[in-house]
């Protein structure tokens, strides 16, 4: 089986999308789930978020942060290049019902597993009105497709160039002591998640995160993506990847998160300068 990237867009400096021949993939997915990728044969295999996929077309568009070693030697793979494996889709899908007035609120690359929930909430009669958020204008993504599965959408950046200036998680705030939420949908990196937790904890509002915790295998049989929720060991891969954000440990996750940084900050560094290629 192979993988073929039929197209490819830089949507921001760190910030690439794929779309990826996968038609296995793109005929069983389902919101909220993801892919593992391996490039090529001594690389490491890693998650991605299905963003979008079209059955009929046979492939999925994945969305991708260049953050270490193989998020930048993916960035630098062109139209008709290979990937060597994807599996999926993995993980549970989000759950879709109709709840009343959701928040759909996504931070940086989070926005890109956001959109396709957003999309099905409110296909399925939802009120949806979104929060997105990023450092600054160049780095915020999917804004036209979020406006486009939306009720209203609120951006934030945090150097006010473009919407407001501050957190997304200030816009939640001011929107739940308005109006209020039926539930709360946040997206984006763990510590933002963490935040948009604490903020709707006293609120009462359930609020569902996606956990970007390591993966390795993505089938529940090596345990990396471990995690702590409600007090109870949970793997990721199979039992979320999406949680209730007021159950989860966010200091383990972020520890967690971080374990590996040295040996990651070399690697990165190596693929940089182009030495230890495999
Ligand atoms: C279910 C899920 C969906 C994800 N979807 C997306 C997405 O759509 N777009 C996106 O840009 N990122 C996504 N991520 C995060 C992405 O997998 C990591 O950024 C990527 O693995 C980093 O690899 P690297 O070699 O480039 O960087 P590294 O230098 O190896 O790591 C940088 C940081 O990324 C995290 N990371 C490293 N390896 C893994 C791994 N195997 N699994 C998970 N996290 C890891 C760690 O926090 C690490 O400190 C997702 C993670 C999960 C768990
Ligand atoms: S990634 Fe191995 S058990 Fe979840």
Do not use: H
């Amino acid at each position: 089986m192979s993988y073929p990237i039929i197209f490819k867009e830089q949507m921001s400096e760190q910030v690439f999308a794929l779309r990826v021949r996968a038609p296995q993939i793109a005929a069983g997915a389902l919101p909220g789930q993801f892919a593992i990728l391996r490039i090529n044969e001594g690389g490491e295999r890693f998650p991605l978020t299905l963003a979008d996929w079209s059955a009929g077309e046979g492939w999925i568009f994945l969305v991708f942060q260049v953050v270490g070693k193989s998020t930048f030697t993916l960035s630098k793979l062109q139209v008709g290049d290979e990937l060597k494996d994807v599996v999926g889709p993995l993980g549970l899908p989000s759950e879709i019902e109709k709840y009343g007035r959701v928040l759909c609120v996504g931070g940086g690359v989070g926005i890109a597993a956001l959109y396709p929930i957003a999309r099905a909430l409110k296909a399925t009669g939802n009120r949806v009105d979104s929060i997105i958020g990023a450092r600054s204008q160049e780095l915020l993504i999917l804004e036209k497709e979020m406006e486009d599965v939306s009720t209203s959408l609120a951006i934030m950046t945090d150097d006010g160039s473009k919407g407001a200036k501050g957190l997304v998680t200030w816009a939640l705030e001011e929107e739940l002591k308005g109006e209020g939420a039926d539930l709360v949908l946040a997206i984006g990196p763990a510590i933002m998640m963490k935040f948009a937790s604490a903020v709707t904890a006293p609120f009462k509002v359930p609020t569902r995160v996606s956990l970007n915790s390591i993966m390795l295998d993505g089938t529940g049989m090596c345990g990396t993506c471990r995690v702590e929720v409600c007090g109870k060991t949970r793997f990721a891969c199979v039992e979320g990847p999406e949680f209730d954000g007021n159950e989860v440990d966010w200091n383990l996750l972020l520890n967690r998160l971080g374990q590996y940084k040295q040996e990651e900050a070399v690697s990165y560094e190596q693929a940089r300068s182009g030495c230890c290629r495999e």
